[in-house]
């Protein structure tokens, strides 16, 4: 089907690629639909969460174990009841990441993980219980020892 | 709003299966327990506020694609 998006225009989605989500993402709860945009270059592991409803509405996300290998995401119970999630293998997460001006500063969002289950395509956003994570953890080392080398 | 006024170890019951106790009150704080089904969901309000903040600024990021490949090209 045809998808009108405001970053690349009218595309073409695979209906089966539909990703349901019954209870929107927070602030956005009335967005039940969204579909995932793939980098086309396979080496850039930054891609879209699409509203399928809303065209201007999209959000970066990231795998983000790329970045955070450590990442110690326990699935609340409630995340796999209404996502039917049976099998770990079902699910796929992403982080929401907001891009400033300073392209360097980017942050994920890792205490509010976007959980999928890619088997029943749902999705839901969880909100973790593990005071280890906040909204902003920079995905690119801020040190100065790792700047302008 | 529903305002009710409850002593410690008094409960109320939301929608048949919900329950929200009283345990204790200290220290300008009350400690609640809750007693809900597997599929609800519970948080600090605060959490959930500053989830939805970050979403909205997310939401509202001008990228320019073009300059973000080439920003992380150069990252390489």
Redesign the interface.
């Known amino acids: 089907m045809k998808l009108n998006t405001k970053?690349f225009g009218e595309i073409e989605i695979d209906k089966d690629k539909i990703i349901h989500f019954p209870e929107g993402?927070?602030?956005?709860e009335e967005e039940k639909q969204f579909v995932i945009i793939n980098n086309e270059?396979k080496e850039?592991p930054?891609h879209w969460l699409q509203s399928i409803a809303n065209p201007d509405?999209?959000?970066?996300i990231i795998n983000p174990f790329l970045a955070y290998p450590n990442y110690d995401i326990v699935i609340?119970?409630?995340a796999q009841?209404?996502l039917k999630i049976k099998d770990k293998n079902d699910v796929t997460i992403y982080s929401?990441?907001?891009?400033?001006e300073e392209?360097?500063k980017m942050t994920a969002?890792l205490?509010?993980p976007i959980i999928i289950n890619v088997n029943a395509k749902l999705g839901k956003?969880v909100?973790l219980d593990d005071d280890r994570y906040t909204?902003?953890h920079y995905i690119?080392r801020q040190s100065m020892e790792d700047r302008g080398v | 709003m529903l305002i009710l006024s409850r002593r410690k170890n008094e409960s109320i019951i939301i929608d048949g299966n919900i329950e929200v106790k009283v345990l204790g009150i200290e220290d300008g704080k009350v400690q609640i327990g809750i007693e809900a089904p597997?599929?609800?969901?519970i948080?600090r309000k605060e959490?959930?506020k500053?989830?939805?903040?970050?979403?909205?600024?997310?939401?509202n990021?001008k990228?320019d694609?073009n300059?973000?490949?080439q920003?992380?090209k150069n990252?390489k």
Not at chain 2, 38 to 41: E, G, H, P, R, V
């Open positions: 970053n993402i927070l602030g956005f270059d850039n930054f509405l999209a959000f970066v609340p119970e409630t009841e209404k929401i990441v907001v891009v400033p392209m360097e969002n205490l509010g956003q909100i909204t902003k690119f | 597997k599929n609800i969901d948080f959490l959930y500053c989830i939805q903040e970050e979403n909205i600024e997310a939401a990021i990228l694609i300059k973000m490949n920003f992380l990252k």
